[in-house]
């Protein structure tokens, strides 16, 4: 398996005439004497190569910048570029600094990369004072795209966490991440509330109705004009798209609910979260004007 990746100039040829050696490559010019490389990846391997009828060898690790010795040396490159990690989500929605958690959830990350695979990843839950309650890991991957995951199944405390991410290719390349400040309450909370563009043109533009629940929650969401009438409503289920722990998001377009285009004036956004016996609401204006 060649876990090195070789990028060649555009003048260089890169052909293997050695099908017994499926690894080794024979790189040239047009007008230059043939060199041979023999491909290796991962940790400090030895790396060999042979200039007409000279040989070198040298220990490199990953990463390294290696030329064929020899007066038409050839720049060669192994594997350098780290893993990369798409994000993180929980209950569906994406988890960002300051989101709240549910205080029993499942995280979900995604890492892939482009050179080479995957090679073991780590997710970590950490409490204010660093401490990893919760961690998962895996060895072995060789996926160049994997979806990891760690369960939280014992309640969390009230608190303030920080969720660490972690992931290594083949070619021993690193990369980390941390999302801090995750807040895990057990009671309902909806804070955050906002709406826009504001003003609406709804002729132009949707709007969007943004908060968060600090735990899953049935949420019924209200538009009223500034005399009392209701305009708009809408429910949304605990556990879905809206209405799950974190950053919630639901749309309107500026219509009431016999479909027509409401007036230009001012709006009253109520929304309104309940959990059992729990009950919370938030309340934000929006101007229309088309």
């Keep these: 398996m060649m876990l090195g990746a070789v990028y060649a100039r555009p003048s260089l040829a890169l052909t293997n005439n050695r ?6 490559y024979q790189i040239r010019r047009d007008t230059a004497t043939p060199t041979r490389v023999q491909l290796v990846g991962g940790g400090a391997n030895p790396i ?42 929980s209950a569906g929605q994406w988890v960002s600094t300051g989101d709240s958690i549910g205080v ?10 482009i050179d080479s695979t995957i090679s073991s990843w780590n997710i970590s839950l950490n409490d204010a004072s660093n401490q990893t309650l919760v961690s998962e890991n895996r060895q072995g991957e060789t996926q160049s795209s994997v979806t990891a995951s760690m369960r939280v199944t014992s309640p969390l405390p009230n608190g303030i966490y920080s969720l660490r991410l972690e992931v290594w290719d083949s070619g021993g390349n690193y990369s980390a991440s941390t999302i801090s400040n995750l807040r895990a309450e057990s009671a309902l ?3 955050g509330l906002i709406s826009g563009p504001n003003p609406l043109n709804p ?15 049935d949420i ?8 009392g009438r209701m305009i708009w409503t809408d429910f949304v289920p ?21 479909g027509e285009m409401v007036a230009n004036g ?4 109520v929304v309104t979260a309940r959990s059992g016996s729990d009950r919370v609401s938030g309340r934000n204006r929006l101007l229309v004007i088309k």
Excluded at 55 to 62: D, I, Q
Excluded at 104 to 113: I, K, P
Excluded at 220 to 227: C, H
Aim: proline share 6%; net charge neutral; glycine share 10%.
């Design 203 to 217: 002729n132009q533009s949707t709007a969007v109705i943004e908060y968060q629940l600090s735990r899953a929650a």
């Design 19 to 24: 099908p017994d050696i499926p690894n080794e």
């Design 266 to 269: 001012p709006y009253l956004i």
């Design 238 to 258: 605990a556990g879905r798209d809206g209405a799950s722990p974190g950053f919630n998001r639901v749309s309107w377009n500026g219509r009431d609910g016999t």
């Design 48 to 89: 060999r190569t042979t200039t007409a009828n000279k040989e070198s060898s040298a220990n490199r690790g990953v990463g390294s910048d290696f030329k064929a010795s020899g007066s038409d040396s050839v720049p060669l490159a192994l594997d350098i570029n780290p893993p990369g990690i798409r994000g993180v989500m």
């Design 189 to 191: 909370r909806l804070s």
């Design 104 to 113: 029993s959830t499942v995280f979900e990350a995604g890492f892939f990369d």
């Design 220 to 227: 019924d969401i209200k538009i009223v004009a500034m005399n």
